[in-house]
């Protein structure tokens, strides 16, 4: 480790960072390197792919949960604000899982907003604010597309031995993600909150 002053005669003098400096990657992405984990290279790059392709829905969800844990109102404003936020942690976790996951294969995880905006499958939100039942029903939609990639993607891992992401996709993502539909399910219920005899 450098030292980030240096002697010259009697006087101290701070040595400049090295600002600036704007290498090449070391890795370009969409590439891999084969890391001795027992799967062949072709497993490793489509699991990858997959796993970016979660990655970057998972992010956006985990976003629209952020953005209408800010925004909800009405009736049910407390429990949607509460449970929006929990959700959003909860997605937030899935984010780490799936990106260690694509880097323990050799990928490279997709990070920034922009390029997970051209990547997501899921649709844009308006920047305004929505009503509660207009919230609920978009995470709803978010939540069957990444269900219905997340099925196809474990079955595309098991098939190419990658026993791994399998596990992750199936236990992580899927289970998380069908627990938080039915949470969001009951709260568009008609029930009434009190019923005549």
Not at 56 to 74: E, S
Not at 95 to 102: F, M, N, S, T
Not at 151 to 162: C, F, L, S
Request: with cysteine; proline share 4%.
């Amino acid at each position: 480790m450098k030292n980030h002053t240096a002697k010259h005669g009697n006087v101290l003098e701070r040595v400049r960072p090295l600002t600036h400096q704007h290498e090449k990657e070391t890795q370009p992405y969409g590439t891999i390197v084969k890391l001795p984990i027992g799967l062949a290279e072709s497993a490793c790059k489509a699991s990858a792919e997959n796993l970016n392709q979660l990655l970057a829905d998972t992010i956006t969800l985990r976003d629209m949960y952020k953005k209408h844990h800010w925004q909800v109102a009405g009736p049910t404003f407390y429990q949607l604000h509460l449970l929006y936020d929990k959700h959003y942690k909860e997605q937030g976790e899935l984010v780490d899982l799936l990106a260690e996951r694509i880097q323990t294969l050799g990928g490279v995880s997709i990070a920034m907003a922009h390029d997970v905006a051209e990547t997501t499958n899921l649709p844009r939100l308006p920047r305004g604010r929505q009503d509660a039942p207009a919230q609920l029903s978009r995470l709803l939609h978010a939540h069957e597309v990444i269900l219905f990639e997340a099925r196809t993607m474990a079955r595309q891992a098991a098939e190419g031995g990658d026993d791994g992401t399998n596990d992750l996709i199936v236990s992580d993502v899927i289970r998380t993600n069908e627990l938080q539909v039915w949470f969001l399910s009951e709260h568009l219920v008609d029930v009434p909150l009190v019923r005549e005899n």
